[in-house]
């Protein structure tokens, strides 16, 4: 299940019921930042359930490389 903001959801409603196109670069924007915010939970799901120890810090990795933690700051 995928839930979205309200206001992503307001602007939604706006642009499909209401055919207010000024909504469009807000609606962008809002599902622009769900997405990475799930990719960045998938990332860190799968550094904690992968079947290796290798897949687990390669998704690791890659989640501090999407969060932008510095590589001087991890463990």
């Known amino acids: 299940m995928v839930q979205i ?3 992503l959801f ?3 409603m706006k642009y ?3 055919g207010i196109e000024d909504s469009l670069p807000k609606i962008k924007s809002g599902l ?3 997405y990475e915010a ?3 939970r998938e990332l860190y799901t799968k550094s904690k359930t992968a079947k ?3 897949e687990r810090e390669e998704a690791r990795q890659a989640y501090l490389d999407k969060v ?3 590589r001087d700051f991890r463990w």
């Open 5 to 7: 903001p309200e206001g």
């Open 38 to 40: 799930m990719m960045k």
């Open 68 to 70: 932008g933690m510095h």
């Open 52 to 54: 290796t120890q290798e």
């Open 10 to 12: 307001v602007e939604l």
């Open 16 to 18: 499909h019921v209401l």
């Open 32 to 34: 622009e930042e769900k």
